[in-house]
């Protein structure tokens, strides 16, 4: 189709395809307490969703001056990964929304700040592994510089054999809307996770906004609602 307005949707993993993003919330919390640096879940959510977990790790250390003590970094990965076994599951109606991408025939990709060893469980844990596979999920370790910096999008879109302005984004952070923009592709903002619209809509010029994964379809101007 000559008049589509893209040929690559870039999906985010946490808080987009996954819903982890209160999980980890909840467990860092807990994890940032016991480093003696109690904050709000309106703070957690503000300085570290959307980031990779070496640039968390860079912040707490800078707080305490020092490494994380090895015997509590072992401690909360058991906890996080508990959880996430227990209780991680796909994020609602985006079974619905990969089935219609993928019927639009558009290209998709996964980019995130975590590992690929992270990308894949999550994806696993949340029967999701079929749509991705190893060549079409991109990690922030693949570049130097995570997000908010475009280096990750402008990856996955090369990697794919994607021009960035045809290149749509899907994503649930600040940090991860600022990075599609400063890598020259559109961003859809999902405001049904722990960041509200207003802050995905006040990040940058153009950035649309939606609640329900659901209408990401019609959002993205390949058809109706994947209910």
Do not use: N
Request: proline share 4%.
């Amino acid at each position: 189709m000559t008049d589509r307005r893209f040929d690559l949707v870039i999906f985010d993993c946490d808080g987009v395809l996954v819903d982890s993003e209160r999980l980890s919330i909840r467990v860092d919390l807990v994890y940032l307490e016991r480093l003696g640096w109690a904050m709000s879940e309106a703070e957690a959510v503000e300085r570290f969703v959307g980031r990779s977990d070496a640039d968390m790790r860079a912040d707490i250390e800078a707080y305490l001056g020092g490494p994380v003590p090895a015997e509590i970094d072992a401690e909360f990965e058991r906890q996080y990964r508990q959880a996430f076994e227990e209780e991680l599951g796909p994020v609602a109606g985006v079974a619905g929304v990969l089935e219609a991408v993928a019927t639009s025939g558009l290209r998709m990709c996964v980019a995130s700040s975590g590992s690929h060893a992270k990308i894949r469980r999550s994806l696993a844990l949340a029967d999701l592994t079929p749509w991705f596979d190893d060549d079409r999920i991109f990690s922030a370790t693949d570049v130097s510089t995570g997000k908010p910096a475009p280096d990750l999008f402008l990856h996955a879109a090369a990697s794919m054999g994607v021009a960035p302005g045809r290149c749509a984004v899907v994503e649930d952070s600040v940090y991860g809307v600022q990075a599609a923009l400063a890598a020259g592709m559109e961003a859809f903002g999902y405001a049904g996770g722990v960041t509200p619209a207003s802050r995905l809509a006040a990040t940058g010029d153009g950035v649309t906004t939606f609640e329900d994964m659901a209408d990401l379809p019609a959002v993205l101007g390949i058809g109706g609602s994947a209910e």
